[in-house]
């Protein structure tokens, strides 16, 4: 039988034959480069994607993106039927088969089907779900090709362009039985839009809070669920959404990493347009604010600013509600050291702090009844254990506990499959109305420390390697001794460096009491990396 479907995987991969030799990948963000060298990769994925489903027995799902990259590059990655990221021993085995030549499929798939014991007889059921891009639908269709060539009637749903977040969604609501939501964009946006009504109530205006926003859409498909969501927000919150596709440039100028990144305002939000403005990413998985204050300044509110906002609310609401559950959050190094101190030392909440990539950081969250998780980037939910949602629901419905009962209308505005730019923006309204906050008062909560991003090329990066969630270096030998003496001559100096995982980069990140000591002590800190992997330092 193993045979038989890699013989028919061999005859399919005919149309999608390996005409690339560079070797591609899975990373942090799963198979990412140019558009042009992915056919092969995808007819691939589509294949183990089919094997994954028979091996688990339940759907599984692909979702084909390149995020915040330029509009000429794309990727595709796996989701788990829980809705997490693949589990990491099948993202070896992916790249081995996204790697192979063409003649060395079918002993692969055949050795893939035995060792794993993958049970040929159960049907694949697999999602798939596309971003913006002009390559995207041709990839999706080497996708369908992988998928029908283990199996010709497997279960597919191809829900066309949808955001990320949308495709977890979808993944967990397919394996539960709908009991997370109903496994449609239409009972997505539904869910959402009805939660935030009903957290809003009767009057969408309180205190200082303006129920009017700015989405820059990058272009995207956030631009697409936008104008979904709009409709059914029904002006509970009046939207002018901006970047809305061509024949603007998919993130050119614009977008939630260009904000971030460039420190700067995207295309078509002015400093006189006097509202606060969400920024979304090409696949809506990460959000920034912004605004300009009353001198014309701009302001940038990132996943930190963000991540606080949701910690600091939650916290007040578990006083006021008296429920007994454990609050936490998690960070990564990137975090501002304001926000990790405003956080242990203001809210008293601890913050564990993991290594880059969403995985990592999901799965600290865990270990928290309500667990908020957010990379600086902008990318982060809040997880809710089944002891917090029982806990919850009981307390809202036994009435009489307001404080609860609004916790319980935050359990179905979040969607906590994964970081969700969409969903993360109704929770920030919905707190903001809730304390009647204007984007200032949220921005004064506290002041971040001046910091900066390098990137230094060196001949190889992997001479970097790191301990103690990235914050501490160990090799090569001798570069933390030397940052430890740079690091001590900058009041609240704060540095820390690590191998990228998405580019050929050693990253810098410098913090300080101001932007210029900031600056000096990561060009310090470069020039170390520099020297001590012989590399060329780009600052
Ligand atoms: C400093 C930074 O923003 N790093 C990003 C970037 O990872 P690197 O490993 O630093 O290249 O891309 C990842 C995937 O999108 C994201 O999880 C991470 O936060
Ligand atoms: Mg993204």
């Known amino acids: 039988m193993?045979?038989?479907?890699?013989?028919?995987?061999?005859?399919?991969?005919?149309?999608?034959?390996?005409?690339?030799?560079?070797?591609?990948?899975?990373?942090?963000?799963?198979?990412r480069t140019k558009a042009d060298l992915l056919d092969h990769v995808m007819f691939r994925v589509g294949v183990v994607s089919a094997l994954r489903s028979k091996m688990v027995k339940a759907s599984i799902g692909v979702m084909i993106t390149a995020s915040h990259n330029p509009e000429e590059d794309n990727g595709v990655k796996l989701v788990d039927p829980l809705g997490e990221m693949l589990e990491p021993a099948w993202e070896v085995l992916a790249t081995e088969i996204a790697n192979l030549p063409d003649d060395k499929l079918s002993e692969s798939i055949v050795s893939l089907i035995e060792k794993s014991n993958?049970?040929?007889?159960?049907?694949?059921?697999?999602?798939?779900?596309?971003?913006?891009?002009?390559?995207?639908?041709?990839?999706?269709?080497?996708?369908?090709?992988?998928?029908?060539?283990?199996?010709?009637?497997?279960?597919i749903a191809d829900f066309g362009i949808i955001s990320t977040p949308i495709l977890h969604y979808l993944?967990?609501?397919?394996?539960?039985?709908?009991?997370y939501g109903d496994p449609t964009v239409d009972g997505y946006v539904a869910k959402l839009s009805r939660a935030f009504r009903t957290l809003i109530g009767e009057d969408n205006k309180r205190g200082n809070y303006e129920p009017t926003l700015i989405i820059d859409g990058a272009n995207g498909v956030g631009a697409v669920i936008s104008e979904k969501l709009i409709k059914a927000l029904d002006k509970t919150l009046a939207v002018n959404l901006v970047n809305v596709g061509p024949p603007g440039i998919l993130n050119h100028d614009c977008g939630a990493d260009y904000v971030k990144v460039q420190q700067r305002e995207p295309l078509n939000v002015s400093s006189d347009c006097g509202a606060r403005c969400a920024s979304l990413d090409g696949d809506a998985d990460r959000l920034i604010y912004l605004y300009f204050d009353e001198a014309g300044m701009f302001h940038m509110l990132d996943g930190d600013k963000i991540a606080l906002l949701f910690a600091e609310h939650f916290n007040d609401l578990l006083k006021k509600s008296q429920l007994n559950l454990k609050l936490g959050m998690v960070q990564t190094a990137?975090?501002?050291?304001?926000?990790?101190?405003?956080?242990?030392?203001?809210?008293?909440?601890?913050?564990?702090?993991?290594?880059?990539?969403?995985?990592?950081?999901?799965?600290?969250?865990?270990?928290?009844?309500?667990?908020?998780?957010?990379?600086?980037n902008g990318h982060g939910t809040t997880l809710f254990s089944e002891n917090a949602v029982k806990t919850i629901k009981d307390a809202a419905s036994s009435g009489g506990n307001a404080a609860a009962q609004e916790l319980a209308g935050f359990l179905n505005v979040i969607n906590s499959t994964v970081g969700d730019a969409i969903s993360d923006l109704?929770?920030?309204?919905?707190?903001?109305?809730?304390?009647?906050?204007?984007?200032k008062e949220w921005d004064t909560m506290y002041q971040d420390l001046p910091n900066r991003l390098l990137k230094v090329s060196v001949a190889d990066r992997n001479l970097v390697t790191t301990t103690d969630a990235e914050r501490r270096v160990v090799t090569p030998e001798g570069l933390q001794e030397r940052m430890?003496?740079?690091?001590?001559?900058?009041?609240?100096?704060?540095?820390?460096?690590?191998p990228?995982?998405?580019?050929?980069?050693?990253?810098v990140y410098a913090e300080a009491d101001t932007q210029e000591h900031a600056d000096e002590l990561g060009k310090e800190v470069a020039a170390a990396v520099s020297e001590l992997c012989s590399g060329n330092c780009k600052l």
């Open 2 to 31: 193993a045979s038989k479907i890699a013989a028919r995987i061999v005859e399919a991969a005919k149309a999608h034959t390996r005409r690339v030799d560079k070797y591609i990948g899975y990373g942090t963000a799963g198979f």
């Open 426 to 439: 109704l929770g920030v309204e919905a707190i903001l109305h809730s304390k009647g906050w204007s984007i």
């Open 500 to 507: 990228s995982g998405t580019e050929d980069v050693v990253r």
């Open 484 to 498: 430890d003496i740079i690091v001590a001559k900058f009041k609240d100096g704060r540095s820390f460096v690590r």
């Open 334 to 376: 990137y975090a501002n050291g304001s926000s990790t101190n405003y956080a242990t030392k203001v809210l008293n909440v601890p913050v564990t702090c993991t290594p880059t990539g969403v995985k990592f950081l999901h799965h600290a969250a865990q270990e928290f009844d309500i667990g908020v998780y957010f990379e600086a």
């Open 171 to 179: 993944v967990v609501c397919t394996n539960d039985g709908g009991k």
């Open 118 to 155: 993958i049970d040929l007889s159960t049907r694949s059921s697999v999602i798939v779900g596309r971003d913006t891009r002009q390559s995207s639908p041709a990839l999706c269709q080497a996708v369908i090709d992988g998928i029908k060539a283990v199996e010709e009637d497997s279960e």
